[in-house]
C-alpha cells in the first residue's frame, strides 16, 4: 500500500517524541533512514519478507516503523530504554516482529542477510532478505566480506540499503576513513548498483522495484537529522537527546512540511 | 578423526535442511562430504568472520547448520559473530574446530587452540564436545547434530594402545580401574595414558575416566566418581588447555562448592602457546608436562603437591 506525506510525518513525530520521552540520542542517524524503513515496510515486506537492521543503533526509526504499521504500540514505545522493556538502545534478540536479530555491533547485519536469503534459496523459498546498513559500516572487513559471499552466490534474493548520511561517529566519512566515492568502490563487484536520493519515496520505490539478476545494492544518498534544520548534517546529534524547546521546535517544522 | 567426521556427516547429509560450510578446508578430507551434500555444501571462503554470521543466519532459518574450520579459525577469528549472532540467539550451529589442543604442532601458535572450549563455555547456551577416540565421531556428531544449543567440536586424534578396544561412547567413560588416584583427562590425550596406568601396581593404579562432553553442569560428574574422590587418594585434571577456563578449575569450583577436599589436587594442563622452539604435538605436550612420564611422576608421588 502506497504511504503519502501523513504517514512519514506522524512517523517523524512519533520518533522524536519517543526520543524526547525517554532522553536518548541516536536521532540524526535515525531520522537519515526513517523514510527508507517506511517506504520498504509498508510497501515491500510481506509475510516471507525479512529484513535486518545492521545499523542496529537505528534501532528507535525501526520501532517506529513498526509501530507506523501497528505492528507495535504507543505503550511498547513509551517503554523505549526502560528499565525491564523489549525496545533496548539496540534490536533485541528476540521478542517483537519483525527483528530476527540483535545487532549493534557493526559489520554483522549483511553477513546475516546473506545467510537468511541463502536458507531461502536453498529451501526454495520466495521472499526477499533487505538488509540496511550505515556508511561507515563499511569500514569494517567483514561488511566487504559479506558482500563477496553475496555477490559470488549471486543472492537475488537480498537487497541491501545503505544509509549514505556521510557522518559516522566522530567525524566525516570522508575524513575518517574515506571511501568516497563509495559508489565507484562497489561498483566492481558483480551486483546491481543504484544510487538514490534517500529522502525521496518515489525514487525509493523505483529502486526498490529495479530488477536485478544478482544481489541488488541501492545506496540512499541521505542527511543526518533529516527534516529537523538544526540537526541536518550536524555530528552531534549523532548522541543528543532533544531538550523540551529543541523538541518542540523539531514538531513545528515537521509540522509545516 | 577427520575420516570418521566425513563418515558421521556423510551418513546425516540426506537430511534436507543440513547444511555445511567450511573455511576453504578440507581438501583431501571432506570431499565423499561435498560430494554426498551437493549446493548445501558450500566453500565459504577465506572469510570466517562472514562464514559464521551466514551459518546463524541458516540456522535462524530453520536448517542443521555445520560450520568448519581449523580450530582457531572457527572461534577466535570470529569471536563476536560466536557470540553476538550465535550464543546470544542460542542457535543450534554446530562448529567443528580441527586441530583441538596442540594438534597442529610444528605449524605454530597461530594453529593451536588450547583455549578454545574455555573461551567458548563463557557465552551463554554453548556446549562443547571433545571425542576421545575416532570411534566417538558417529555418536559426537549425533549429538550435536540433535542439540537445540549452541555446539562446539574439538576434533583431535585418536590416540590409543595397540589392540584396545575402545569403549562405546558416553560423556564420561572409566578407562582404567584402581584404587589410587582419581585421575580425569579431558579428550584425546587420555589415550596416550591408558597402557601406563594400567602397568601401574595397586595401590598406584589410577581410577582413571575421560570426559568428552563440556560444560559440567550439563554433564555432572558420575557418583561413584565422587565418591572415589571423597574417599581415595586425591585427584589429577589432565587436559590440553590453558589452566584459565579449563576443566581443572570447575572442577576444583565443584569439590569447593560441595565441600569435598581431596587428599592432594593435581592440574596438568597447558601451559604456553609459545615454548623456545617449535616442534610437535608430543614434543608440546611434553614441555607443558602432558607427556606420559611426566603424567606417571604426577600420579605415583604420593607426597608432593603439584599445581
Redesign the interface.
Known amino acids: 500500500m502506497t504511504i503519502h506525506a501523513a504517514t512519514f510525518r506522524s512517523a517523524r513525530k512519533r520518533l522524536l517524541q519517543m526520543h524526547y520521552e525517554s532522553g536518548v540520542g541516536h536521532i540524526g542517524g535515525n531520522l537519515s533512514c526513517l523514510d527508507a524503513l517506511l517506504v520498504l515496510h509498508h510497501e515491500y515486506m510481506g509475510p516471507s519478507e525479512r529484513f535486518i537492521l545492521s545499523k542496529g543503533h537505528s534501532a528507535g526509526a525501526l520501532y517506529v516503523t513498526l509501530w507506523s504499521r501497528g505492528l507495535l504500540s504507543d505503550a511498547q514505545l513509551s517503554q523505549f530504554h526502560r528499565d525491564g522493556t523489549l525496545l533496548a538502545g539496540h534490536p533485541p534478540a528476540s521478542g517483537l516482529p519483525g527483528i530476527p536479530f540483535a545487532t549493534g555491533s557493526l559489520g554483522h547485519g549483511l553477513s546475516l542477510a546473506a545467510g537468511t536469503a541463502l536458507a531461502l534459496k536453498l529451501g526454495r523459498r520466495s521472499g526477499m532478505v533487505y538488509c540496511l546498513t550505515s556508511d561507515g559500516e563499511w569500514q569494517e572487513g567483514s561488511t566487504w566480506e559479506a558482500l563477496i559471499f553475496a555477490a559470488h552466490h549471486r543472492l537475488q534474493n537480498l537487497t541491501v540499503l545503505v544509509d549514505h548520511n556521510n557522518l559516522q561517529g566522530f567525524g566525516r566519512t570522508a575524513d575518517v576513513a574515506s571511501m568516497s566515492p563509495l559508489a565507484e568502490k562497489l561498483a566492481g563487484f558483480d551486483i546491481a548498483l543504484q544510487s538514490v536520493d534517500g529522502h525521496d519515496p518515489e525514487a525509493i520505490r523505483a529502486a526498490l522495484d529495479a530488477p536485478g539478476n544478482s544481489c541488488r545494492v541501492i545506496i540512499l544518498e541521505t542527511q543526518k537529522g533529516h527534516g529537523v534544520s538544526f540537526m541536518q548534517d550536524r555530528m552531534e546529534w549523532h548522541y543528543l537527546p532533544l531538550k523540551e524547546q529543541d523538541y518542540r521546535r523539531a514538531l513545528q517544522e515537521i509540522e509545516a512540511q | 578423526m577427520r575420516q570418521q567426521l566425513c563418515d558421521a556427516l556423510v551418513l546425516r547429509s540426506s537430511r534436507p535442511?543440513m547444511?555445511f560450510l567450511t573455511g576453504d578446508l578440507g581438501f583431501m578430507a571432506l570431499v565423499p562430504l561435498q560430494e554426498a551434500m551437493g549446493?548445501?555444501f558450500?566453500n565459504?571462503?577465506v572469510?570466517e568472520?562472514?562464514m559464521?554470521?551466514?551459518?546463524?543466519?541458516?540456522a535462524?532459518?530453520?536448517?542443521e547448520a555445520w560450520a568448519y574450520s581449523i580450530a582457531p579459525f572457527c572461534y577466535a577469528r570470529p569471536f563476536?559473530?560466536v557470540r553476538?549472532?550465535i550464543a546470544?540467539?542460542n542457535l543450534p550451529v554446530k562448529l567443528i574446530g580441527n586441530g583441538g589442543g596442540y594438534g597442529y604442532g610444528v605449524m605454530g601458535p597461530t594453529h593451536h587452540a588450547i583455549e578454545d572450549y574455555g573461551i567458548l563455555l563463557a557465552l551463554p547456551h554453548m556446549r562443547a564436545f571433545v571425542p576421545a577416540f575416532d570411534e566417538d565421531l558417529k555418536a559426537t556428531i549425533d549429538r550435536a547434530g540433535e542439540a537445540s544449543t549452541p555446539c562446539y567440536i574439538r576434533l583431535g586424534r585418536g590416540e590409543v594402545p595397540a589392540g584396545y578396544e575402545t569403549p562405546a561412547y558416553a560423556p564420561w567413560r572409566q578407562l582404567v580401574q584402581g584404587g589410587g588416584m582419581a585421575v580425569v583427562a579431558v579428550g584425546p590425550v587420555a589415550g596416550t595414558y591408558i597402557e601406563a596406568f594400567r602397568a601401574l601396581p595397586e595401590p598406584l593404579r589410577p581410577n582413571f575416566w575421560v570426559v568428552s562432553e563440556l560444560p559440567l553442569d550439563l554433564n555432572p560428574m558420575p557418583a561413584d566418581l565422587l565418591a572415589h574422590i571423597r574417599a581415595g587418594d586425591g585427584l589429577c585434571v589432565i587436559e590440553e588447555h590453558v589452566r584459565r577456563g579449563g576443566l581443572g578449575s570447575e572442577i576444583a569450583l565443584l569439590m569447593a562448592t560441595q565441600g569435598i577436599s581431596p587428599k592432594r589436587f593435581a592440574h596438568v594442563h597447558a601451559r604456553a602457546h609459545h615454548y623456545a622452539t617449535y616442534g610437535s604435538q608430543a614434543f608440546l605436550r611434553a614441555q607443558s608436562g602432558l607427556d606420559v612420564d611426566s603424567v606417571l611422576a604426577v600420579v605415583a608421588e604420593q607426597q608432593s603437591e603439584i599445581t
Open positions: 535442511d547444511v549446493e548445501r558450500i565459504a571462503g572469510a568472520q562472514n559464521i554470521s551466514v551459518v546463524a543466519a541458516l535462524r532459518e530453520g536448517m563476536e559473530q553476538n549472532d546470544f540467539h
